[in-house]
């Protein structure tokens, strides 16, 4: 026989405090403590004691945020984790998903500069503990909202062993891009039920866990109810395996293996709020259907009628509907066979928290909670914010606010106005009516209002001494009428609400009298003898926004309005009807706002002292003459745009699809591979009808790599959509419909496809009178079908770097040789005859210096090879090429300049001026080692090559050579070096060439080191100029850059040397000076040099002393001679 285990599941919405008010209970015998979570642990410990058996129980409390204690205290709503964590013990909460919408709209409000009033963020950091996280499945957060570390979509609590789905209401969006931060229930518990299932498969156990496999249709949430006991406040249901209560489905199988699962995690879905009945059924059937369906499905908010006796579907899912209120303590027993891990026995007990707890419940724990709470009560008193100033504001208990306009009702519906254009600023929503109304139930107002002075928390709460939230929402101007008529029909009949407060007409409605803001009705009084007709009102006007002033209601215009949630609510108030609409579809919004604190935002932010006043906003008639409001109108006085509505007696505007049928997207794009599997890609698209009409919506024509996959009504389930798009759809009037649709590439050639698929809009029931104009809302789809991936090359743009750099090699070549030729131009035999044994001249260096300048300028070409070649290893050798080159050539450059310096400068007469190539030697190693430290921390990471894909053409790409963030930075130290020696070079030149008018052939020096400033210069910034994307335009920069460095260099150095003449034949010794500075025709001025060193003076070093003809010769050739 099979083990069984119980396990308690405990819900609580009570409030945190067991009292009305902050002063009541003040000790666990005080008659005044009612309900509170110490109740609710004092029921838990009766109920769920450990003592009668094997038991686990799981208390889920609510995250209590409305109650004036958490409003005053002050820690705020961080209280929670000190009273339900850290003093009960309870380690998980739920909360409505408002909670952290309105954090994420704080943060986005706070780095909004553009909007200037703001209320300081509220701190909810106490909140956010990983100790107490809040369970919300159908919400997702971004990482950028601070909840998102807190707040689980299933919860696994470890002692009972249960996987707790926590569904809250599906929020609707504020913004155009319809972004929400609430999902779809079924999805959600789907994909958490998928979740549970892999845990218990990772912890061995998936495969005893019953499984539900589908045939060939799907199940139900229909079941016969299982024979059930109701004893007070104990509904006792009781099912066994052995004796089923329904009957099996033929084309169901249920497979259940019996095995030891106590690890096992059970799942079970509490549903906090659903809008309708359709909704809660499709949950049903659509989880229970799942391969491992949770165990209970729970609807907290007790709406769901036909669950209210516990029911077991076909696939031993139950199903229980309890309403979970702050009144209520609602216990589940279950047992749970250990083998299945299904319920085999479901109990439900319920206690009223408003009843006195009886005595043998309130034991030393219970006297112990409540008063650790009284401490925490007495703190929330001593802080009572303040709001603001005000005059005395006249008691509001005296009842008139029942029956008649109010100074403190005004105060209220003026905050509810207030709040609700803020929400609109907030939310930029600049389509919003300028006419806006507010109003609220007069009977919710009490209180013995305050005196002049301070306004406290505490004066707002004694006026509404219970949390009241707001609702929003858009109605038509007859109906705003027919609420205010229906409102003042039957003023002075109320009486206080609650209770005894509430007012039941003959007809069994509740019907308060209003206090608005935004309007002024003049109506007759109860006693008037107009009293018979039809209705009372006499003028409504409604406060335009733009005129400044009251303008009269239109009845066929549409007015945003706020007021109290309650005025909403269809199982409080029989205003809901007429504000949601004749339809029945929802057009109003429940917001988690209080109207307390809306009122203390309103306080706070004015800058003056409140006044309270009476302004006629509410007038009572006494003239016997004046006429009823007529809400009919005559078919023939219906303007042009309407039409005739017979049962209303009304004139209805025509059906508008242009400005009230929306899509969600006009276009779409779609990309795909060639060559890939092609898998077909969907998208959706919505389309929203604002209108009061219905329509239909109708698609044709669609191109064969176009279906629609599936049709969704996001606002309803009312209708069946599986038929599209053979058979219209219809959209009601403020329905939203999601299509789904697919794009099957396999049949899309290679390139783009483009077709605009049409829906086409039609009305519902068409009316004659009104136009039958058609409609079509377009969705333009591209489809691009890449080609296969191909590589880009340069292809036969290489060429031009191959040309170019052969030219600069056959330059480079040709004039090493004619260097090689001509080297009897400066008295030696070869290139390395430059040593004498006690004197040198300059010119026997000059041919170094030129082979040094082709040298460099052939290794800088061959960075255009590197370039040419898309291979990884040209990353690497392009920049040592240009490098190395550039360093040969600067330190011939500057070499040289220090050698004119150095001759220029040197005294005559005192010694042999010695040049060599160590002067060449000696730059080429300063330069050379600074640059190669630089260039050898690349080969600790060498740069690699890469693909990058052409934009606008993804198949498309080319290679790159991409370097890390320290290699890029290597190659700007190096290219910052060259450039400051560039600069250096340039003002050694301009220095040099201008110490004496002698020397004016050192200029070609200059020149040439100025044509590479400013090739340089430009070509910087144009670099950046250039499209990143374009290899091309990248490539023939480069190439175009390091040529003209490299054509500019020899021309300027060599074009001066050959166009000179040729030495003419040698005079004899005792010609002037001045016949030597024209003989040699000169080279980089050094036949100035020699004209400087000899002129005024003999050859000979003294007249006495004979030089030998040999070194005379040799002086002439040479044209300089020193001696010691």
Same mark, same amino acid.
């Given at each position: 026989?099979?083990?069984?285990?119980?396990?308690?599941?405990?819900?609580?919405?009570?409030?945190?405090?067991?009292?009305?008010?902050?002063?009541?209970?003040?000790?666990a015998?005080?008659?005044?403590?009612?309900?509170?979570?110490a109740?609710?642990?004092?029921?838990?410990?009766?109920?769920?004691?450990?003592?009668?058996?094997?038991?686990?129980?799981?208390?889920i409390?609510?995250l209590?945020?409305?109650h004036?204690f958490v409003?005053?205290?002050p820690?705020?709503?961080?209280?929670?984790?000190?009273?339900?964590?850290?003093?009960?013990g309870w380690?998980?909460?739920?909360?409505?998903p408002?909670?952290?919408?309105?954090n994420?709209?704080?943060?986005?409000?706070?780095l909004?500069?553009?909007?200037?009033?703001?209320?300081?963020?509220m701190?909810?950091?106490?909140?956010q503990?990983?100790?107490?996280p809040?369970?919300?499945?159908?919400?997702a957060?971004?990482?950028?909202?601070?909840?998102?570390?807190?707040?689980q979509?299933v919860?696994?609590?470890?002692?009972?062993?249960?996987?707790?789905?926590?569904?809250?209401?599906?929020?609707?969006?504020?913004?155009?891009?319809?972004n929400?931060?609430?999902?779809?229930?079924?999805?959600?518990?789907?994909?958490?039920?998928?979740?549970?299932?892999?845990?218990?498969?990772?912890?061995?156990?998936?495969d005893s866990?019953p499984?539900?496999?589908?045939?060939?249709?799907?199940?139900?949430?229909?079941?016969?109810?299982?024979?059930?006991?109701?004893t007070?406040?104990?509904?006792?249901?009781?099912?066994?395996?052995?004796?089923p209560?329904?009957?099996?489905?033929?084309?169901?199988?249920v497979?259940?293996?019996s095995?030891s699962?106590?690890?096992?995690?059970?799942?079970?879905i509490?549903?906090?709020?659903?809008r309708?009945?359709?909704?809660f059924?499709?949950?049903?059937?659509t989880?229970?259907k799942?391969?491992?369906?949770?165990?209970?499905i729970?609807?907290?908010?007790?709406?769901?009628?036909?669950?209210?006796?516990?029911?077991?579907?076909?696939?031993?899912?139950?199903?229980?509907?309890?309403?979970?209120?702050?009144?209520?303590?609602i216990?589940?027993?279950?047992?749970?066979?250990?083998?299945?891990?299904?319920?085999?026995?479901?109990?439900?007990?319920?206690?009223?928290?408003?009843?006195?707890?009886?005595?043998?419940?309130?034991d030393?724990q219970?006297?112990?909670?409540?008063d650790?709470?009284?401490?925490?009560?007495?703190e929330?008193?001593?802080?009572?914010p303040?709001?603001?100033?005000?005059?005395a504001m006249p008691?509001?208990d005296?009842?008139?606010?029942?029956?008649?306009?109010?100074?403190i009702?005004?105060?209220?519906?003026?905050?509810?106005?207030?709040?609700?254009?803020?929400?609109q600023?907030?939310?930029?929503?600049?389509?919003?009516?300028a006419q806006?109304?507010?109003?609220?139930r007069?009977?919710?107002?009490t209180?013995?209002g305050?005196?002049?002075?301070?306004?406290?928390?505490?004066?707002?709460?004694?006026?509404?001494p219970?949390?009241?939230?707001?609702?929003?929402?858009?109605?038509?101007?007859?109906?705003?009428?027919?609420?205010l008529?229906?409102?003042?029909?039957?003023?002075?009949?109320?009486?206080?609400?609650?209770?005894n407060?509430?007012?039941?007409?003959?007809a069994?409605?509740l019907?308060?009298?209003l206090?608005?803001?935004?309007?002024?009705?003049?109506?007759?009084?109860?006693?008037s003898?107009?009293?018979?007709?039809?209705?009372?009102?006499i003028s409504?006007?409604?406060?335009? $926004?733009?005129?400044?002033? &009251? *303008? @009269?209601?239109?009845p066929?215009? =549409?007015?945003?309005? #706020?007021? +109290? %949630?309650?005025?909403?609510?269809?199982t409080?108030?029989?205003?809901?009807?007429l504000?949601?609409?004749?339809?029945?579809?929802?057009?109003?919004r429940?917001?988690?706002k209080?109207?307390?604190?809306?009122?203390?935002?309103?306080?706070? $932010?004015l800058?003056?002292? &409140? *006044? @309270?006043?009476?302004?006629?906003r =509410?007038?009572?008639? #006494?003239? +016997? %003459?004046?006429?009823?409001?007529?809400?009919a109108?005559t078919?023939?006085?219906?303007?042009?745009?309407?039409?005739?509505e017979?049962?209303?007696?009304?004139?209805?505007?025509?059906?508008?699809?242009?400005?009230?049928?929306?899509?969600?997207?006009s276009?779409?794009?779609f990309?795909?591979?060639?060559?890939?599997?092609l898998e077909?890609? #969907?998208?959706?698209?919505?389309?929203?009808?604002?209108?009061?009409h219905?329509?239909?919506?109708?698609?044709?024509d669609?191109?064969?790599?176009?279906k629609?996959?599936?049709?969704?009504?996001?606002?309803?389930?009312?209708?069946?959509?599986e038929?599209?798009?053979?058979?219209?759809?219809?959209?009601?009037?403020?329905?939203?419909?999601?299509?789904?649709y697919?794009?099957?590439?396999s049949?899309?050639?290679?390139?783009?496809t483009?077709?605009?698929?049409f829906?086409?809009?039609?009305a519902?029931?068409?009316?004659?009178?009104c136009?039958?104009?058609p409609?079509?809302?377009?969705?333009?789809?591209?489809?691009?079908?890449n080609?296969?991936?191909?590589?880009?090359?340069?292809g036969?743009?290489s060429?031009?770097?191959?040309?170019?750099?052969?030219?600069?090699l056959?330059?480079?070549?040709?004039l090493?040789?004619?260097?090689f030729?001509?080297?009897?131009?400066?008295?030696?035999?070869?290139l390395?005859?430059?040593k004498?044994?006690?004197k040198?001249?300059?010119?026997?260096?000059?041919?170094?210096?030129l082979v040094?300048?082709?040298?460099?300028?052939?290794?800088?070409?061959?960075?255009?090879?590197?370039?040419?070649?898309?291979?990884?290893?040209?990353?690497?050798?392009?920049?040592?090429?240009?490098?190395?080159?550039?360093?040969?050539?600067?330190?011939?450059?500057i070499?040289?300049?220090?050698?004119?310096?150095?001759?220029?400068?040197?005294?005559?007469n005192?010694?042999v001026?010695?040049?060599?190539?160590?002067?060449?030697?000696k730059?080429?190693?300063?330069?050379?080692?600074?640059?190669?430290?630089?260039?050898?921390?690349?080969?600790?990471?060498?740069?690699?090559?890469g693909?990058?894909?052409v934009?606008?053409?993804d198949?498309?790409?080319?290679?790159?050579?991409?370097?890390?963030?320290?290699?890029?930075?290597?190659?700007?130290?190096?290219?910052?070096?060259?450039?400051?020696?560039?600069?250096?070079?340039?003002?050694?030149?301009?220095?040099?060439s201008?110490m004496?008018?002698?020397?004016?052939?050192?200029?070609?020096?200059?020149?040439?080191?100025?044509?590479w400033?400013?090739?340089?210069?430009?070509?910087?910034?144009?670099?950046?100029?250039?499209?990143?994307?374009?290899?091309?335009?990248?490539?023939y920069?480069?190439?175009?850059?390091?040529?003209?460095?490299?054509?500019?260099m020899?021309?300027c150095i060599?074009?001066?040397?050959?166009?000179?003449?040729?030495?003419?034949?040698?005079?004899?010794?005792?010609e002037?000076?001045?016949?030597?500075?024209?003989?040699?025709?000169?080279?980089?001025?050094?036949?100035?040099?020699?004209?400087?060193?000899?002129?005024n003076?003999?050859?000979?070093?003294?007249?006495?002393?004979?030089?030998?003809?040999?070194?005379?010769?040799?002086?002439?050739?040479?044209?300089?001679c020193?001696y010691?």
């Open positions: 026989m099979s083990s069984s285990a119980t396990i308690n599941l405990i819900g609580c919405a009570a409030p945190l405090l067991s009292a009305r008010t902050l002063s009541d209970c003040q000790s015998e005080d008659p005044t403590c009612e309900g509170g979570v109740a609710v642990a004092a029921l838990a410990r009766h109920h769920a004691s450990t003592d009668n058996g094997d038991q686990s129980t799981l208390i409390p609510r209590d945020r409305q004036e409003q005053s205290h820690q705020g709503w961080n209280v929670n984790t000190l009273v339900l964590h850290q003093h009960f380690n998980v909460v739920t909360s409505h408002s909670l952290v919408e309105e994420q709209q704080q943060q986005e409000l706070t909004d500069d553009s909007i200037q009033e703001q209320s300081p963020p701190d909810l950091s106490g909140l503990t990983p100790d107490m809040i369970v919300m499945t159908n919400v957060l971004p990482p950028s909202n601070s909840w998102h570390p807190y707040v979509s919860h696994f609590d470890t002692q009972t062993r249960i996987a707790i789905i926590a569904l809250e209401e599906e929020l609707p969006s504020d913004t155009d891009d319809g929400s931060i609430s999902w779809s229930q079924v999805e959600s518990a789907w994909s958490s039920l998928d979740f549970i299932a892999a845990e218990n498969k990772r912890q061995n156990c998936g866990i499984t539900t496999t589908t045939t060939t249709s799907l199940p139900t949430a229909t079941a016969t109810p299982p024979t059930a006991t109701v007070t406040n104990i509904i006792r249901t009781n099912t066994t395996n052995d004796t209560s329904i009957e099996q489905d033929a084309d169901i199988i497979s259940q293996r095995a699962n106590n690890n096992c995690w059970i799942p079970i509490l549903v906090y709020k659903n309708s009945s359709q909704g059924d499709r949950l049903v059937s989880v229970s799942h391969k491992h369906p949770p165990a209970l729970v609807d907290w908010e007790g709406t769901q009628k036909a669950y209210n006796t516990p029911k077991v579907t076909e696939e031993d899912v139950w199903i229980v509907s309890q309403p979970m209120t702050s009144d209520s303590y216990q589940f027993q279950m047992t749970i066979n250990d083998d299945t891990r299904r319920i085999d026995d479901l109990t439900i007990l319920s206690e009223d928290l408003m009843e006195p707890l009886p005595a043998e419940f309130k030393s219970y006297a112990s909670d409540i650790f709470l009284r401490n925490l009560a007495d929330a008193i001593a802080h009572d303040i709001l603001g100033n005000s005059n008691r509001a005296t009842g008139q606010c029942r029956h008649q306009e109010c100074e009702g005004n105060l209220f519906a003026d905050s509810l106005q207030w709040w609700q254009q803020q929400q600023r907030n939310n930029d929503v600049d389509s919003s009516p806006q109304v507010a109003f609220l007069g009977d919710s107002i209180g013995p305050w005196s002049f002075g301070q306004i406290h928390i505490s004066d707002i709460w004694k006026t509404l219970y949390p009241v939230t707001v609702c929003t929402g858009k109605v038509s101007g007859l109906s705003l009428l027919r609420v008529d229906h409102a003042v029909r039957h003023s002075g009949r109320e009486s206080p609400r609650g209770g407060n509430a007012t039941t007409t003959a069994g409605d019907s308060p009298f206090q608005v803001s935004g309007l002024q009705v003049v109506y007759f009084g109860s006693s003898s107009s009293q018979g007709s039809s209705t009372r009102l409504v006007k409604v406060w335009d $926004q733009n005129e400044r002033a &009251y *303008v @009269p209601l239109n066929l215009r =549409l007015y945003r309005f #706020t007021t +109290e %949630s309650s005025m909403c609510d269809e409080e108030s029989s205003f809901a009807s504000l949601g609409g004749d339809d029945n579809d929802s057009a109003t429940m917001e988690s209080l109207l307390q604190n809306i009122v203390g935002e309103y306080l706070q $932010q800058d003056a002292t &409140y *006044v @309270p006043h009476v302004e006629d =509410l007038m009572e008639s #006494t003239d +016997e %003459s004046a006429k009823p409001l007529n809400f109108s078919a023939g006085a219906c303007p042009e745009g309407t039409y005739w017979g049962n209303d007696n009304l004139c209805q505007s025509c059906p508008n699809t242009r400005d009230h049928v929306t899509i969600s997207d276009s779409a794009e990309t795909f591979q060639h060559g890939d599997t077909p890609q #969907t998208g959706r698209v919505v389309i929203v009808n604002r209108d009061l219905n329509y239909l919506v109708t698609s044709r669609l191109p064969r790599w176009f629609f996959t599936g049709v969704d009504s996001l606002s309803s389930s009312r209708q069946s959509l038929a599209w798009p053979e058979l219209p759809v219809r959209l009601a009037s403020g329905e939203e419909i999601a299509f789904d697919a794009i099957n590439a049949k899309v050639g290679v390139g783009n483009y077709h605009t698929i829906f086409n809009i039609s519902y029931q068409p009316i004659s009178t136009g039958t104009e409609y079509t809302l377009p969705l333009g789809t591209l489809v691009q079908v080609p296969p991936p191909a590589s880009v090359g340069l036969y743009h060429s031009a770097g191959f040309t170019l750099l052969g030219l600069i056959m330059g480079c070549l040709a090493a040789s004619w260097v030729l001509k080297r009897e131009r400066w008295g030696y035999g070869t390395e005859a430059g004498l044994d006690h040198f001249s300059p010119m026997p260096f000059q041919p170094i210096f040094a300048i082709c040298f460099g300028v052939m290794t800088m070409a061959f960075t255009l090879l590197a370039l040419s070649i898309e291979e990884a290893w040209q990353c690497l050798a392009a920049p040592w090429l240009l490098s190395f080159g550039l360093t040969i050539v600067f330190s011939a450059l070499s040289n300049l220090s050698a004119a310096k150095k001759m220029i400068l040197e005294p005559p005192e010694h001026i010695q040049m060599s190539a160590r002067y060449l030697l730059a080429f190693a300063a330069l050379f080692i600074v640059n190669f430290g630089i260039l050898c921390f690349m080969l600790l990471d060498p740069p690699t090559w693909q990058k894909a934009d606008d053409e198949w498309k790409s080319y290679g790159f050579c991409d370097y890390s963030d320290p290699n890029a930075s290597l190659l700007i130290a190096s290219g910052v070096t060259h450039f400051l020696t560039l600069c250096y070079a340039v003002y050694q030149a301009y220095h040099v201008n004496s008018e002698e020397f004016q052939e050192l200029k070609t020096i200059m020149v040439a080191l100025c044509v400033f400013q090739v340089t210069v430009i070509a910087i910034p144009t670099w950046f100029t250039i499209d990143k994307g374009s290899m091309i335009g990248q490539y920069f480069k190439v175009v850059t390091i040529s003209t460095l490299c054509v500019s020899l021309l060599f074009l001066p040397v050959i166009t000179k003449k040729f030495v003419p034949p040698v005079k004899t010794i005792e002037k000076d001045e016949d030597y500075q024209s003989l040699f025709g000169g080279f980089m001025g050094f036949n100035h040099f020699a004209g400087s060193a000899v002129s003076r003999d050859i000979h070093g003294a007249p006495d002393e004979e030089v030998p003809q040999e070194e005379q010769n040799r002086c002439l050739t040479d044209k300089v020193y010691q």
